[in-house]
């Protein structure tokens, strides 16, 4: 068969060489897992026979490649921070970035309406990096028949073999809030975090048990409270720390976020930080330095954090074998004043 190699052929030209639907041939470009292996095999077949290049590729030109960044939400300074790396260090290696949020579909509206893999593949992005975003197995089986690497920052829970991830020291920056506390004679800590599932949330409250242990402190477990990571969370799990018997004389809780709502809820009730009850957060927005007193907390490298993916994303794209699937950042406990000695 002539091939015509003048005109960037048409799908409908690649579905009647492969013998079927445009609809089919467009979802072999996007990934689509809800096609057979051996019609698949077709449609890559006529892709190369009529040198296809998907549009939005413009893989002779490396500097034009661009990568996504899709993220949980864009609310609050940890997206901006993370994004704020990651785009310095894209700018460095040329590379341009595509921020968007991934949305669940509205109930109702079919389980074949276009998620943030869509999104990708239409727009032919070269990678992705994932934000508090939790891919499923058939979203990177999608990534993966498209050859869009993909790379995930503080994954939500263990990622499957051959999922690269970013993260931070999350037991080792639990244990030094915890020890700070302890070492300032406190006994009573309470642990406020996230959701128990989430393999960071899960990696703070071993490292504040481990702490506890090493200074044989019995860990009492009506302290350890779980929220959603938001202001309003953390004032609730304050008011019901408050509500205890015997309220803890410290709090150390997983998010700057949290940590705020967890000031307000102190005052509210006629506590005063730290001559009341000392605090510990953890992330170090700047909002950490704003509040009053300015927030004790466990400095996240978020920028560096997004610099490190982007880094790690444009090895996997130029076909790089990494060294280990897992890149950890160090964590560093910031003192300020919301922490003080036990009257």
């Known amino acids: 068969m002539t091939v015509n190699r003048t005109l960037r052929p048409t799908l409908a030209q690649i579905a009647t060489t492969a013998g079927v639907s445009i609809s089919t041939v467009s979802k072999v470009l996007n990934g689509r897992d809800d096609v057979s292996e051996d019609t698949r095999l077709k449609v890559d077949t006529a892709l190369r026979q009529h040198q296809y290049v998907r549009r939005g590729v413009p893989a ?35 590379l341009h970035v595509v921020i968007s949020v991934a949305r669940t579909p509205a109930p109702g509206s079919g389980q074949n309406s276009p998620d943030w893999v869509d999104r990708i593949l239409h727009r032919g992005s070269s990678g992705v990096v994932l934000g508090l975003v939790e891919p499923t197995p058939a979203q990177l ?17 263990d990622p499957p073999p051959g999922v690269t991830s970013v993260g931070t020291t999350n037991w080792a920056g639990a244990y030094e809030a915890t020890t700070h506390l302890l070492e300032r004679g406190h006994r009573r800590i309470a642990l406020v975090t ?99 007193p300015p927030l004790t907390t466990v400095r996240q490298p978020l920028k560096e954090m997004g610099r490190s993916a982007l880094r790690t994303l444009a090895r996997l794209m130029d076909g790089e074998e990494l060294e280990s699937p897992r890149v950890e950042l160090a964590t560093t406990l910031v003192v300020r004043d919301s922490t003080r000695e036990r009257a």
Do not use: K
Request: glycine share 10%; charged share 15%; with cysteine.
């Open 141 to 157: 089986t999608r990534l993966a028949r498209a050859q869009v690497p993909c790379v995930v920052i503080d994954p939500l829970s």
């Open 60 to 94: 002779a030109v490396p500097s034009a490649r661009t990568v996504d960044l899709v993220l949980n939400g864009l609310d609050g300074s940890w997206p901006a921070s993370v994004a704020s790396g990651m785009e310095a260090a894209a700018h460095e290696a040329g």
């Open 194 to 292: 996230g959701p128990p599932h989430h393999l960071y949330a899960r990696a703070r409250v071993a490292g504040y048990h481990s702490a506890l242990a090493a200074a044989g402190v019995e860990a009492a477990p009506e302290l350890i409270r779980h929220g959603t990571y938001d202001r309003a969370s953390g004032g609730r799990q304050v008011e019901a720390l408050l509500a205890l018997p015997e309220p803890p004389t410290a709090l150390f809780i997983c998010s700057d976020h949290m940590a705020i709502g967890g000031y307000a809820a102190l005052t509210a009730a006629g506590l005063r930080v730290p001559d009341d009850v000392s605090v510990v957060g953890f992330d170090d927005l700047p909002e950490a330095r704003w509040v009053s």
